[in-house]
């Protein structure tokens, strides 16, 4: 269902329309395991203020990692499942319905510590996290089963400062799942 139409001026932008199996999926490592879709991205688009948008599907006991991105600002929107966003040290429960803006050099994570998976709308500008997903992820195909949990590359702190992250955090917080 994917069509894209060029904008033919400096006057026009391009459309993008994407049907719900379309975009760039990767299996996600440990600890966030799940996967990631990269809906839209400055690669396939001409967009005068750079960001990109996707979804993350976390599953239960998994965890994005404590994080922050210095020159990023990143909003998110829970669709589906529970869960637990940290940000800067204070916990707030996710759930539908939930929008959360994070704003540059903010540190934060977000927790599934449910029995059912946690699934959100992401949207970072500039971009570069849709790079970061790609670069550490393994491509996923229609009806590829998921994989058995995967390392994170040995590169990925070369990965991740050239993306959208900030120098990994010392103290950073990992949750525990009893």
Known sequence: MSMIEKGNNADLGDI???GPDDGKDYWQPVPANGFIS???DPEE?????????????????SYVREHYHPIHDEVLHFIRGEGKARID??????????TIFVG????????????????????????????????IG????????????FPRPANVLEIEKTTAFGPPL????????D
């Not at 903010?106 to 927790?111: A, D, T």
């Not at 998976?117 to 997903?133: K, M, R």
């Not at 996923?140 to 949990?149: F, L, M, S």
């Open 16 to 18: 993008l329309v994407l």
């Open 38 to 40: 990269v809906r839209i």
């Open 45 to 61: 688009l001409e967009i005068q203020s750079p960001f990109s948008l996707g979804t993350q599907t976390l599953p239960p006991a």
């Open 89 to 98: 040290g204070k916990e707030y429960i996710v759930k539908p319905g939930v």
């Open 104 to 135: 540059r050099g903010r540190r934060h994570m977000f927790i599934n510590d449910s029995d059912s998976e946690l699934h959100w709308l992401w949207f970072i500008q500039p971009n570069g996290l849709e790079i970061f997903f790609k670069d």
């Open 138 to 149: 393994i491509d996923k195909q229609p009806g590829q089963p998921e994989p058995e949990p």
């Open 170 to 177: 010392e103290d950073a917080y990992v949750p525990r799942f």
